[in-house]
C-alpha cells in the first residue's frame, strides 16, 4: 500500500485541499480530507494541483517522426492527401525494432506530459509489400514500448482493407495494412496473446476503408467482447462526398445503419456533420474524440464540439498525429477553435475540458480511470503552481488556469497504478527521452 497527500486536488467533481489517498493494488483504496490534521505517518506529500491522469484516447505513435518534416510542401499549397503520402512512404519501411524504439519514446514523451494512457488506432500489421510476419511482431512491439514508457494501452486493432468507397486493393506502402478481408482480420486478432495491463479494442479505419459487411464484422467482434470501438469519420469532405455518392448516406448514416454507434463507440475527428449526423451520434451516446492540433495542422477543419455535447454524445481527446504531445493544449483547443467559429466565449466550461481529458477519454478506451475516487485506478499526475504559467491562480480560478495556459513542462509527477512513473519531471524508467527520440529518428533517416 502507498500513501500520498495530495495538497490540492480536482477530483473530477470538486477540488479539494489536503486530501488523503491510500493506494492498494494499484487502486485508489481510500480519500481521506484531512483538514488541519497532521500528515499521516509514511504518506507522500504531493505540492501543487493533482488531476487524474490524462487519457490520449487517438494516437498513431510511427507519425511522431513526420513531425516538421511535413511543412514545406514541395508542389505549391498541400493538403490532408498530399500529407498522406509522407505518411504513407514512413509507413511503408518502418520495422518491428524501428516501431518499438520510436513507440517507447513517443510514449515516454506522452507519460512526461502527464499522459497515463494511450489508445493506439493501429493498421501497421503486416511487413512491406504485405508479407506476413511470423507472428504480431508490429503489435508486440506497441505492447512492449507501452510497459517500458509505464503508461497503459489500448490498442486498437484496425481493419483496412481498401483503398476508398469506389473499391480496389490496397497497393504499395498501404499493403501492410490490409489482412485481405474482415475474416482474416478477425482471425488474426483473436490469435493474439494479449499481455496483462493492455486492453485489446477494435477499430474501422473509415467508412473509406471497409465495406457495410465487413463493418458488422469488426463491430460484432467487438460486442461480443464488450470491447472499445473506434472509427475515423467524416474528417475529409471528400469522404462525405464519395459516401454520399457510392451509398445515397453520410459517412454517420452509414455506420449507423450498420450498427456500428453506441456507448462502446468512439468516432474520431467527426468534423463535416449535418444535424442528422451530429443527432445520430449524440442519440447513441457515441463519444466524439477531437484532436485540434491535428486538425489544424492538416487543415481538416473544426469539430463541432459544442453541438455534439449538446446532442449527447461525451468528449475525449487525442494527439492522432503527434503534431505536438500536449492534452492541456487539445483541450483548450475544442473551446479557442469553437470561439474562432461563432465570436464568442465560454461556450465549454474549463471542468467540462479538463473531464474530456481525463473521464472521456478513460471511459472511450476502457479503463476504469479519469476521476479521483474510491476503486478507480491510481493514476493521477500533478503540475506545478509556481511556474510563470500556473503562478498566481486563485483557488476557484485553478482549474480554468490548468486548462488555458498549462503545458507538459508543468507536469512534475507521473504516478501509474500507484507507481511513480514520473518525478521531478524527470521519467524514472527512460531516462533522457529527447536522446531515445533521436535516436529512434535516425533509425529511420527522419
Known amino acids: 500500500m502507498t500513501s500520498w497527500l495530495l495538497e490540492l486536488a480536482w477530483t473530477g467533481e470538486r477540488l479539494e485541499r489536503r486530501l488523503w489517498l491510500q493506494e492498494e493494488g494499484g487502486r485508489i483504496r481510500s480519500l481521506t480530507p484531512l483538514g488541519d490534521r497532521p500528515v499521516p505517518r509514511g504518506a507522500r506529500v504531493v505540492p501543487g494541483l493533482t488531476l487524474p491522469g490524462l487519457a490520449n484516447a487517438h494516437s498513431h505513435a510511427f507519425h511522431r517522426a ?104 490496397l497497393e504499395g506502402p498501404a499493403a501492410r495494412f490490409s489482412d485481405g478481408d474482415a475474416i482474416s482480420w478477425r482471425r488474426r486478432v483473436e490469435r493474439m496473446a494479449v499481455p496483462t495491463g493492455v486492453i ?38 471528400a469522404e462525405n462526398r464519395d459516401c454520399q455518392r457510392e451509398t445515397g448516406l453520410s459517412p454517420t448514416g452509414l455506420v449507423a ?28 451516446g457515441t463519444t466524439v474524440c477531437a484532436c485540434p492540433t491535428t486538425e489544424r495542422e492538416l ?6 464540439a459544442l453541438e455534439l455535447e449538446r446532442a449527447g454524445s461525451p468528449l475525449a481527446l487525442g494527439s492522432d498525429s503527434q503534431a505536438v504531445i500536449d492534452l492541456f493544449e487539445e483541450a483548450r483547443a475544442v473551446e479557442l477553435d469553437q470561439r474562432l467559429r461563432r465570436h464568442r466565449r465560454g461556450l465549454h466550461q474549463p471542468e467540462a475540458l479538463i473531464g474530456a481529458a481525463t473521464l472521456g477519454g478513460s471511459r472511450s478506451l476502457g479503463w476504469e480511470a479519469g476521476e479521483l475516487r474510491e476503486g478507480r485506478l491510481a493514476d493521477f499526475i500533478s503540475l506545478s503552481l509556481g511556474g510563470p504559467r500556473l503562478a498566481g491562480a486563485e483557488l476557484g480560478d485553478t482549474v480554468a488556469q490548468a486548462v488555458y495556459s498549462a503545458h507538459p513542462a508543468d507536469v512534475r509527477l507521473v504516478v501509474v497504478g500507484g507507481e511513480l512513473v514520473v518525478e521531478a519531471g524527470e521519467h524514472l524508467r527512460l531516462g533522457g527521452v529527447g536522446a531515445l527520440l533521436e535516436q529512434s529518428l535516425a533509425e529511420l533517416g527522419a
Open 66 to 169: 513526420l513531425r516538421g518534416s511535413q511543412e514545406r510542401p514541395t508542389a505549391g499549397p498541400g493538403d490532408f492527401w498530399s500529407w498522406r503520402e509522407g505518411m504513407y512512404q514512413l509507413a511503408g519501411r518502418i520495422t518491428p525494432e524501428q516501431l518499438f524504439h520510436l513507440a517507447r519514446a513517443t510514449y515516454g514523451e506522452m507519460a512526461l506530459s502527464g499522459i497515463t494512457q494511450v489508445g493506439e488506432f493501429h493498421y501497421l500489421h503486416h511487413g512491406g509489400g504485405g508479407a506476413r510476419y511470423p507472428g504480431p511482431l508490429m503489435e508486440e512491439a506497441l505492447f512492449a514500448a507501452a510497459e517500458e514508457a509505464g503508461i497503459r494501452l489500448t490498442l486498437l486493432d484496425t481493419c483496412y482493407l481498401r483503398p476508398g468507397l469506389q473499391g480496389g486493393v
Open 200 to 237: 485489446l479494442g477494435a477499430a474501422i479505419h473509415s467508412v473509406r476503408a471497409l465495406r457495410p459487411e465487413e463493418m458488422v464484422v469488426v463491430r460484432e467482434w467487438a460486442q461480443e467482447r464488450d470491447a472499445p470501438l473506434h472509427l475515423h469519420l467524416s474528417e475529409q469532405l
Open 257 to 284: 445503419q450498420m450498427g456500428v454507434l453506441g456507448e462502446r463507440t468512439t468516432a474520431v475527428h467527426a468534423i463535416h456533420l449535418s444535424r442528422s449526423d451530429r443527432e445520430l451520434l449524440g442519440g447513441t
Open 299 to 304: 487543415g481538416d477543419g473544426i469539430c463541432p
